[in-house]
């Protein structure tokens, strides 16, 4: 079974600090993402990589910077983190190329910024 | 307009109910995944169907490339069943999935 990680299950930090959100997929998978999930709006799209040292920006990747130095790694960076940065975070990963491909998700980390 | 939509919002069932919950969207696709989430946040992939019809145990996932709708049906609903079922469509072009807002699903015994 694909297995997704992610460092913390919950985490409280404080507006200006820099935060670090770390995922790891142990399936060889080339693709990772990272989402934030907030009620009503669904999953947005943070940012996501197709290969080491390659990154893309999703919909929504203001204030945010990512970085994936090894293939099963993909981190999360919130610069300077604030109050409306407050989300569920969500990490996934899928195989690429092809389209019949599913997305294998971590548990999450449900960040507060206060 | 969402690229995305679903319906309903929220529903309300007894065990033993069939459950239908639908997904439209307005986009070109090549895939269409059907997603659960249970309360604490953890996400599990159900179905990813291109074409027609998939069945695993009690649920079953319909798609009709035409109309750009897909049905996600639970027979004999229990009480375990409730949870956010998720639809998300991966676009024609590109690596990105767009997501649906969720159904939010109770199961009642």
């Known amino acids: 079974d694909v297995k997704v990680t992610q460092s913390s299950r919950y985490l409280v930090k404080r507006t200006g600090e820099k935060v670090f959100l770390e995922c790891v997929q142990d399936?060889?998978?080339?693709?990772m993402f990272w989402y934030r999930q907030d009620p009503g709006l669904g999953l947005r799209l943070i940012y996501f990589?197709?290969?080491?040292?390659?990154?893309e920006k999703g919909d929504i990747p203001e204030g945010y910077s990512v970085s994936r130095e090894k293939k099963e790694r993909f981190s999360l960076i919130l610069e300077s983190a604030s109050t409306n940065q407050t989300s569920m975070y969500l990490c996934?990963?899928?195989?690429?190329?092809?389209?019949?491909?599913?997305?294998?998700f971590g548990p999450g980390t449900r960040l507060t910024v206060t | 307009k969402n690229e995305v939509e679903q319906s309903p919002q929220n529903l309300t069932a007894q065990e033993g109910e069939f459950i239908t919950i639908n997904c439209s969207y307005s986009?070109?696709?090549?895939?269409l995944h059907w997603l659960q989430q249970h309360p604490g946040g953890g996400i599990v992939s159900l179905f990813m169907?291109?074409?027609g019809k998939k069945k695993h145990g009690r649920l079953i996932a319909t798609i009709n490339i035409q109309e750009k709708h897909s049905s996600l049906h639970i027979t004999a609903s229990h009480p375990r069943d409730s949870a956010v079922y998720i639809c998300?469509?991966?676009?024609?072009?590109?690596?990105?999935?767009?997501f649906g807002p969720g159904t939010r699903l109770s199961v009642l015994p």
């Open positions: 996934a990963s899928s195989l690429s190329p092809g389209i019949y491909y599913e997305q294998y």
């Open positions: 998300a469509v991966k676009l024609t072009y590109g690596q990105n999935f767009v």
């Open positions: 169907l291109s074409s």
């Open positions: 399936m060889d998978h080339e693709n």
């Open positions: 986009v070109g696709i090549s895939a």
């Open positions: 990589s197709y290969d080491v040292k390659m990154k």
